[in-house]
């Protein structure tokens, strides 16, 4: 159950009591401050109460001590600064008070989401490179992608390389054939100097099984290809 005040002038949570003081509607004259310390010590005695609510009390009362004692006691010539950084604080609280509230009625509302003003971006035209970006570090940024994307382009010529040798392979034993009855598959790559040449000259000669230009006949296992014209 929350802390309520219940005075001669007054009846109702301290909270309001404060609000009604600083819209000069209730005089704090006629409040008596040691009374409401005296009902809030007998409330937590009699309950217990949650940290939030005595830190409550405290500033409330605070606050209400600063006013009273600003309309009772006769003014300083010069301003304390130890009051002055108090009613700073206080003020402060308030507005997180305030603003407390709109975020609890906001939360309790039925609205899911809550718009924005919308933020105002300065663009600026063209292309403005950092001020850090060089000539000489683009340069080399220019290189190291060139030395990474080298296996790409390697790949693709070699691809290249070895779609032109097995046409050329293959026009080269299309003649050799069409002058020759046949032709034993060793003699046809006992010149290549490398495996790559042999795997092309293979790959020639089944494009040109494929396209029923030649026929290739084994006798037995590890015996050489003969290969002949077809009819």
Not at 182 to 195: E, I, P, Q, Y
């Amino acid at each position: 159950m929350p802390f309520e005040i219940k005075l001669e002038q007054f009846s109702g949570p301290l909270q309001l009591l404060l609000e009604l003081i600083e819209q000069e509607k209730l005089p704090i004259t006629e409040v008596s401050l040691a009374k409401v310390t005296e009902d809030f010590l007998r409330h937590i005695d009699e309950r217990e109460v949650p940290p939030e609510e005595l830190a409550d009390f405290l500033v409330v009362a605070t606050r209400l001590l600063l006013i009273k004692s600003r309309a009772i006691l006769p003014k300083p010539a010069e301003p304390e600064e130890d009051g002055s950084r108090l009613a700073d604080q206080l003020r402060m609280y308030k507005q997180f008070v305030d603003a407390a509230e709109v975020i609890e009625r906001m939360f309790l509302s039925d609205n899911v989401m809550f718009s924005r003003e919308r933020a105002t971006i300065i663009r600026t035209p063209g292309f403005v490179a950092p001020s850090s970006v060089t000539p000489t570090v683009l340069f080399d940024a220019f290189q190291s992608l060139l030395k990474r994307l080298e296996p790409f382009f390697s790949l693709r010529r070699a691809s290249l390389e070895r779609v032109v040798s097995v046409q050329e392979r293959m026009v080269h034993l299309r003649d050799v054939i069409m002058e020759r009855s046949k032709l034993a598959f060793r003699d046809m790559v006992g010149s290549a100097t490398t495996k790559v040449e042999v795997v092309v000259s293979f790959l020639a000669l089944l494009e040109l099984m494929k396209q029923r230009v030649v026929k290739a006949v084994q006798g037995g296992a590890f015996n050489d290809i003969v290969i002949t014209k077809t009819d």
